[in-house]
């Protein structure tokens, strides 16, 4: 018989419904919970996605039925993130050994494994899921006394999608702590003395919204290594514009910190007070973007000739047909399209394609 059915799936299938309003006299206020329900996204590991989510349907269904609420269907979305996982080391007698116990070497692409305690040669295993039993498991405060806690929570958010699992390198967290150095050698070394130059400073503010419409559609769309990834390049950009200075630096700067705060929470909160910003950028609202300073200052134009792509110019945005034309006619490789044919007409959709018609 079954007896941890009752209080671990059936008690935990309907709480969502309860903390709509935990102070209802009844179990469930059904005014609460027809205005929070369904819960717009569920998270949860892999071995939910059958037992806890199997439970938690039928329990709302049959509580929907009895009356309790109107809500059928307990959650909107679902996301089931993969795990943290490690290689496995053996000794000849199938004792488990730890990392930290190891040392591994790599000769000309052949790895192998030997117990530093007892030098003894070790078979390297599969990739599993960290668990005590195959001591396959790196300890959260070693890595934090090593690298901080901030650079562990960016690696593993970084590493991969977050529906993939994760395997756990130590390259990675060094990599990771790496770059958290950077961005605080930029917020450091900030001087809002410097005023800049005024084509750095309208660069560098471009690529500051360009990351802002990356890092916000990553994170919105569960692609934390793809909005990591282009914090990464952002940091190289900021630190490749030493001739920005003044409001755009600081933009960038506060900007910086705001998108990087999901991901390394101290840092920013650091970043932000060195920064000279009021208050914890906890509570400092989501850098917004704005698609006409992201905009470049030129833009690539197609050229077809009657339909088929021939070419393309680089011109400045905005450029008034007239102009594109008197551009398109000079280029030495249309002019080399044309030979022989008359030009009929030329179409320019402006900041989009030109289009010339010959016959």
Same mark, same amino acid.
């Given at each position: 018989?079954e007896t941890d ?7 935990? %299938?309907?709480?969502?419904?309860r903390?709509?309003?935990? !102070? ?20 949860? =590991?892999?071995?939910h ?10 329990? !709302?269904?049959?509580? %929907? ?17 993969g795990?943290v996982?490690?290689e496995?080391?053996?000794?000849? /007698? =199938? ?7 190891? /040392? ?5 692409g052949?790895r192998?494994?030997?117990?530093? %305690?007892? =030098?003894?040669? +070790?078979?390297?295993g ?8 195959k ?6 405060? @070693? ?5 901080g ?6 690696f ?8 993939? /699992?994760?395997?756990? !390198? ?6 990771a ?9 930029e ?14 400073n ?16 990553g994170? %919105? ?18 630190r490749?514009h030493?001739?920005?200075? =003044?409001?755009? #630096?600081?933009? $960038? ?7 990087? $705060? ?7 909160? @650091? ?21 006409? +300073?992201?905009?470049? /200052?030129e ?8 339909g088929k ?13 007239? $102009?594109?034309? $008197?551009i ?15 030009? #009929? ?15």
């Amino acid at each position: 018989r079954e007896t941890d059915t009752l209080d671990t799936f059936v008690d935990s %299938s309907w709480y969502f419904a309860r903390f709509t309003d935990p !102070t209802a006299a009844e179990p469930i206020s059904q005014t609460a919970a027809n205005h929070w329900l369904p819960v717009d996204q569920y998270i949860g =590991g892999v071995e939910h996605a059958v037992l806890h989510l199997l439970y938690a349907r039928f329990i !709302t269904r049959a509580l %929907s039925d009895v009356g309790l609420m109107t809500v059928k269907e307990p959650f909107a979305g679902l996301f089931t993130q993969g795990m943290v996982v490690h290689e496995t080391y053996r000794r000849a /007698d =199938g004792a488990w050994v730890e990392p930290t116990d190891v /040392d591994l070497t790599n000769d000309n692409g052949v790895r192998s494994a030997r117990q530093l %305690s007892t =030098g003894e040669t +070790l078979t390297i295993g599969d990739i599993e899921k960290m668990s005590k039993s195959k001591k396959n498991v790196v300890a959260p405060q @070693e890595i934090v006394d090593t690298y901080g806690v901030d650079a562990g929570r960016l690696f593993v958010l970084s590493d991969s999608p977050p529906e993939r /699992d994760v395997q756990w !390198t130590p390259g990675g967290v060094e990599g990771a702590s790496r770059f958290v150095q950077r961005v605080w050698a930029e917020v450091d070394s900030y001087d809002p003395t410097f005023a800049g130059e005024a084509d750095a400073n309208a660069a560098l503010l471009r690529e500051t919204h360009k990351a802002i419409k990356a890092v916000s559609e990553g994170i %919105s769309g569960f692609r934390f290594n793809s909005a990591i990834a282009k914090l990464y390049a952002f940091v190289a950009t900021v630190r490749d514009h030493p001739k920005a200075g =003044g409001d755009a #630096r600081r933009q $960038a700067l506060s900007a910086l910190l705001r998108l990087v $705060a999901p991901f390394t929470p101290h840092l920013a909160e @650091e970043g932000w007070t060195r920064l000279g910003e009021e208050g914890m950028i906890l509570n400092a609202p989501w850098p917004e973007y704005d698609p006409a +300073l992201a905009a470049d /200052d030129e833009v690539t134009l197609p050229i077809q000739v009657n339909g088929k792509r021939r070419g393309e110019i680089r011109v400045a945005r905005g450029l008034e047909p007239a $102009a594109v034309e $008197a551009i398109v006619l000079a280029d030495p490789e249309v002019q080399a399209r044309l030979e022989g044919l008359t030009v #009929r007409k030329i179409v320019v959709v402006k900041d989009r394609i030109v289009n010339v018609v010959v016959a």
